[in-house]
């Protein structure tokens, strides 16, 4: 059984805006990025408490924010070839990265993860596909990966998370899941990496009891899987009815076990909660 409950991102104007990514704290408290270029903070409950705008967004807005464990937001600020450190009250802190694809430079930042040591792993997509590891200032310290299909390569690499030492990243147009040592060596999985005929793997999220949850843009589900890569099972289908999502982008797992998903297509996020 699952219940499921939504609700949609604050107007702008008279033009409700499409929710891009989503992600949560561990007080509950739930942050979303939508394709006007805000960054908007819901409680636990789904009430809104503030807003802020991205510092510049007329060319392109940002696909991924993490609560990093100090309380501070960090946001892939995708088409400004930078990552944006906020504080939790939204005041810009620090920003690094500029357009190249030298250490410390990125063409599209999409994605981000902390490891417990607060270094943040940024992967970026636009043809140099790989991974840069920075400590928790913004300085550059190594990367692992390139663009293709082979093992160890990526393909816009959309969403990434640590857990235990590995690094699960979504890589969307080669529909697998590569799993990492934070050094960039494969995992001991068969090609490094675990699918399940996905279809646009577009975010990755750890859930408290130690699995993983996945959504499809392609597909417009949600797939669950064990941290060895088993299927555990799906939920949804393309449309916008209930169960369903429509070019879903982003997710997050809560505190209590719950999954958001960014449901852009449809102008709405959704929270799952999943009968065990």
Not at 8 to 13: A, D, F, H
Request: proline share 7%; charged share 25%.
């Amino acid at each position: 059984m699952v219940t499921e409950d939504y609700w949609t991102p604050p107007p702008e104007g008279l033009k409700i805006p499409a929710p891009r990514a989503v992600t949560a704290a561990p007080d509950g408290a739930i942050y979303v990025l939508d394709n006007v270029g805000r960054v908007l903070a819901f409680d636990a409950q789904t009430k809104p408490v503030r807003q802020w705008w991205m510092p510049e967004c007329s060319v392109g807005k940002p696909e991924r924010i993490l609560v990093a464990r100090d309380g501070r937001l960090v946001v892939a600020d995708t088409h400004y070839h930078r990552v944006v450190i906020f504080d939790a009250a939204g005041n810009v802190q620090f920003m690094f990265g500029e357009k190249g694809e030298g250490p410390g430079e990125f063409i599209y930042p999409v994605a981000v993860a902390e490891d417990d040591r607060q270094n943040l792993y940024v992967c970026e997509y636009g043809g140099n596909d790989r991974v840069q590891v920075f400590r928790p200032d913004g300085t550059y310290v190594s990367e692992f990966g390139k663009c293709g299909a082979g093992p160890g390569e990526f393909q816009r690499p959309s969403g990434v998370v640590w857990r235990d030492g590995l690094l699960y990243i979504a890589d969307a147009f080669n529909n697998r899941i590569h799993v990492f040592h934070e050094d960039g060596r494969p995992a001991d999985l068969p090609d490094g990496a675990f699918s399940a005929d996905l279809h646009y793997p577009y975010d990755i999220a750890a859930a408290p009891q130690g699995e993983f949850y996945v959504v499809e843009y392609g597909a417009g589900r949600v797939t669950k899987f064990s941290s060895t890569g088993r299927l555990l099972g799906r939920y949804g289908t393309t449309g916008a009815d209930a169960g369903q999502f429509e070019t879903p982008w982003g997710l997050s797992v809560d505190p209590a076990g719950r999954v958001l998903v960014a449901d852009t297509g449809n102008r709405r996020l959704v929270r799952l909660q999943f009968a065990e």
